[in-house]
């Protein structure tokens, strides 16, 4: 009888053992599986996102409750930016105004609306007059008329004045300098008036499909997954919001939109987008060189003729000598050793530029990619259950530097085109998610399109070999004199990824050092972005597959993605056994500008959404 | 043992989180305007505890409390996601906001204890904006309360309070009877996320908002700050070749 009994116990303690040994050693067993399965042996593990390495198929995941709790609303809004804003208040209007219910949610994933908000700004206030026209009652913070516009070509150390005529589109009579983020978070307060419900802190991770294809609604994002992947003790599932119709306004390049684009085709009719990256300083200057209202672009040096961009300047008139200053480099460069970061701190040393800083104090940075391609890269705006508003599908009027009017009109007219739809008497719908082709065709016909339309080939035009100087000749003769009125309409020069050429056929840059005075290193100037993120969990800069970066980004073009991005995330370190390198992100420092996503030659990097609420904390930039 | 049922007070403070902060031109404080505001870290961790502790069916209510203006009471719907049941918002706001220091909050969570009849007050050991470390303190000695600080472990027996203090010398374990304060310490938990579907529900609890004069609390300061200025700038060291040269530069310097 003992016999039995001992196999008995020695089963079950062997079955124990295996548990422990599998609860211990399952974080580095499972790595050691995978690391073989999916990257080379030298290539140590950086992606552990589930977007990339799916839960279902990971034994850590095994019995953890993945039910999410859902709700509906009417509309549902993906980013708290102007035209999300736009369109939730507009909708609200209308609601209110013909006295239906109508429960908007909108959700953002900066911890508080405004604090993602980057912009220059000279803002047109068209569309906000249009939106509420009792804004200056009202408080909105546009106290900066522009009363003086400074156009420059810049040589390395001289300054060539270009008047700026009535009718160029660079023109700035009639429209005010605004810190974005300050504007943004007042529209926040005009629609939490009207009964929008925000959501600040809680960011749209996943797009949510009816049976029949259509979309659902948003489901946000899930906490508490450690570094590694694996689930934390405080680990919580996202919430399912769902709606009749979707709005995504996720600003430039956002990452739900790159899904969309795929899912429903919307981009096989247009061209690639085409973008920029901005960085922007706030400096509070010295009170005698201040001169509020007075706005200053420049193009030309440090940039060579074939690289597009410039810089600007503007003198807030907030009560403080503030200055808003920054730079754009066209994400179509081609020399892999270029660092936008560094050519906005050279910049700042042009004799033209340096006198206003000097003596001046730098209080806030950051950056944030912008859209280059005008009408030509619009995709489809609308599908089964969604549509598109804002920066995300791009209405940025590229010669005039302004998207905001733009974007604030696509959210008004969305909402004026879904209001009918959804208050209609019987839900006249093929899909479970509303489709509202209006919107598009009434954007066409709107001042948007007419805006768009005349400036589309101002952009495409510096490609030539000219540069700079054949665009400014373009924009002379079609614009100025016929208004964009040519029958042609040119192409850009295919997607941003594609423009690097291998290292070893360019000239590496030598910029000067930072001298902390006016120019300044990156990581001081991450540090005033005020950026953070929990620092344990997976990291948002998600790679396909994780060996790319060394054997391609690093082997043919020398890791440009240590020089685009403007927060220092990725860094080429040697590995530990002496012999190599690897990639390290540190994606604590992301600031949600989303060039790497765009830049990345590879196209391997896909930047997904973070925790809700990490990110950067502008204030009023 | 006996499960004494127990409400309890507990204060999220509003505080300004920001790793940017500005000395304002005029030196009479730093720059708030705009800046991120949120819920005290240690006031996370205390309401993450009152929460576990109705959890468990110790205490039968917990009551949220912020002083300060009307954007506070976003900060009391954070720790009603996170599962406390009502809020008070004392509302205290422009030159009265800037000026509330310690005392007068303190006086006016024993007023809030009194009138709620609450036998627990758990609180965050210390702002981190002001880093003063005394409310939780002098809330108990205005209550004749017992108070557990720096609490980094805590467990109910019958009517007393079990609490493991970290101090300076290790850990220290001590029995204190209710009603007491408690303020909680880093180590005490790992607060939970105010996920959103808590944070809707929230929107359906109940915040009051009182005056501090209806709580017969004077909230006047008893301090006046002179100047607030920037920390000196750090300035270049100096290095030297020899254990001669030091001495003769400490010597120069008039250090020795």
Request: proline share 7%; net charge neutral.
């Amino acid at each position: 009888h003992l016999v039995p009994v001992f196999c008995l116990a020695a089963h079950r303690c062997a079955r124990l053992l295996q548990k422990i040994k599998t609860e211990h050693a399952t974080p580095q067993l499972y790595t050691a599986l995978h690391r073989r399965a999916c990257s080379t042996v030298s290539t140590p593990r950086i992606t552990t996102h589930y977007t990339i390495h799916p839960r279902d198929k990971d034994p850590r995941w095994e019995g953890v409750e993945m039910e999410r709790f859902a709700d509906e609303a009417d509309v549902v809004i993906v980013g708290g930016g102007p035209a999300g804003l736009a369109a939730a208040i507009r909708l609200k209007q209308l609601a209110n105004k013909h006295e239906k219910e109508l429960r908007v949610c909108l959700v953002e994933k900066a911890p508080q609306i405004g604090a993602h908000t980057l912009s220059g700004a000279c803002l047109e206030p068209s569309a906000l007059t249009e939106l509420i026209p009792d804004w200056k009652e009202r408080g909105a913070p546009l106290n900066t008329p522009v009363t003086e516009d400074v156009f420059s070509i810049l040589t390395e150390k001289y300054r060539i004045p270009v008047p700026i005529l009535p009718g160029l589109p660079m023109q700035n009579h009639g429209n005010y300098i605004v810190r974005m983020g300050n504007l943004v978070r007042w529209l926040g307060e005009q629609a939490e008036e009207l009964g929008v419900e925000l959501y600040p802190g809680y960011a749209a991770a996943e797009v949510l499909f009816h049976e029949d294809g259509s979309v659902k609604g948003i489901a946000t994002n899930d906490v508490g997954i450690a570094k590694d992947g694996s689930p934390k003790d405080i680990f919580e599932r996202g919430m399912e919001l769902h709606a009749k119709v979707t709005l995504f306004g996720e600003g430039c390049h956002g990452h739900l939109a790159k899904q969309l684009y795929n899912k429903f085709n919307l981009r096989e009719n247009c061209e690639p987008q085409t973008y920029a990256i901005g960085l922007k300083e706030l400096w509070m200057i010295d009170e005698k060189k201040w001169r509020p209202g007075r706005v200053e672009h420049s193009v030309g040096w440090p940039l060579d003729r074939n690289t597009y961009g410039g810089s600007f300047l503007y003198h807030l008139n907030e009560g403080e000598p503030l200055v808003a200053l920054g730079f754009v480099v066209g994400l179509d460069y081609t020399n892999p050793y270029l660092s936008p970061f560094r050519e906005f701190q050279r910049w700042k040393h042009h004799p033209f530029v340096a006198p206003t800083l000097e003596g001046g104090q730098r209080i806030a940075y950051g950056a944030r990619a912008l859209n280059e391609g005008g009408c030509q890269s619009i995709p489809k705006l609308t599908f089964p259950g969604g549509l598109l508003i804002g920066c995300s599908p791009g209405f940025m009027n590229v010669p005039k530097i302004k998207g905001t009017h733009t974007a604030m009109k696509s959210g008004m007219l969305a909402a004026e085109a879904i209001f009918p739809k959804l208050t209609a008497e019987t839900l006249d719908s093929e899909t479970a998610g509303l489709h509202v082709p209006e919107y598009a065709e009434n954007l066409k016909n709107s001042w948007v399109w007419k805006e768009l339309y005349a400036v589309r080939n101002i952009r495409p035009s510096f490609h030539n070999y000219f540069g700079l100087y054949g665009g400014m000749i373009y924009t002379g003769i079609f614009y100025w004199i016929f208004r964009g009125k040519e029958p042609w309409t040119l192409k850009h020069c295919g997607t941003d990824a594609n423009q690097l050429k291998p290292a070893k056929e360019c000239t590496p840059i030598e910029y000067p050092k930072p001298d902390g005075k006016i120019s300044f290193d990156l990581l001081s100037s991450v540090a005033l972005s005020g950026t953070n993120h929990e620092g344990d969990q997976p990291p948002h800069l998600t790679l396909k597959d994780d060996s790319i970066p060394v054997a391609r980004n690093l082997g043919i073009y020398d890791g440009p993605e240590q020089r685009f991005c403007p927060a220092g995330v990725y860094e080429y370190v040697p590995l530990d056994t002496g012999n190599g390198m690897r990639l390290q992100i540190n994606a604590q420092n992301c600031v949600h500008c989303k060039t790497c996503d765009i830049k990345d030659p590879s196209q391997n990097i896909n930047w997904v959404v973070p925790e809700g609420g990490g990110g950067p904390a502008y204030n009023g930039m | 043992l006996s499960c004494k049922v127990l409400s309890s007070v507990v204060t999220p403070c509003y505080c300004f989180v920001s790793p940017q902060i500005r000395v304002k031109p005029d030196n009479t404080g730093v720059v708030t305007d705009g800046v991120k505001h949120s819920m005290n870290p240690f006031c996370e961790i205390a309401v993450e505890e009152a929460v576990k502790l109705k959890e468990k069916k110790l205490i039968k209510e917990v009551v949220a409390v912020s002083c300060g203006p009307q954007q506070s009471q976003e900060t009391i719907r954070t720790a009603l996601a996170m599962g406390a049941d009502r809020g008070i918002h004392v509302d205290v706001s422009g030159k009265d906001y800037e000026n509330l220091g310690p005392l007068q909050v303190s006086k006016i969570l024993a007023a809030l204890a009194k009138q709620e009849d609450a036998q627990l007050i758990l609180l965050g050991k210390q702002a981190i904006d002001d880093d003063c470390n005394q409310t939780g303190q002098m809330t108990a000695a205005l209550l004749d309360w017992p108070q557990g600080t720096f609490a980094s472990e805590v467990s109910l027996e019958g009517d007393k309070i079990n609490l493991v203090r970290e101090i300076d010398g290790g850990l220290e374990h001590i029995k204190i009877n209710t009603p007491a304060v408690i303020t909680a310490d880093l180590r005490l938990n790992t607060p939970r996320y105010a996920t959103l579907p808590n944070i809707m529900k929230a929107k359906k609890k109940k915040i009051v908002t009182v005056k501090p004069a209806d709580l017969g609390v004077d909230v006047t300061s008893r301090l006046e700050v002179l100047k607030v200025e920037e920390p000196p700038q750090r300035q270049a060291g100096m290095k030297v070749e020899t254990v001669e040269d030091l001495v003769v530069k400490l010597k120069e310097a008039g250090r020795v």
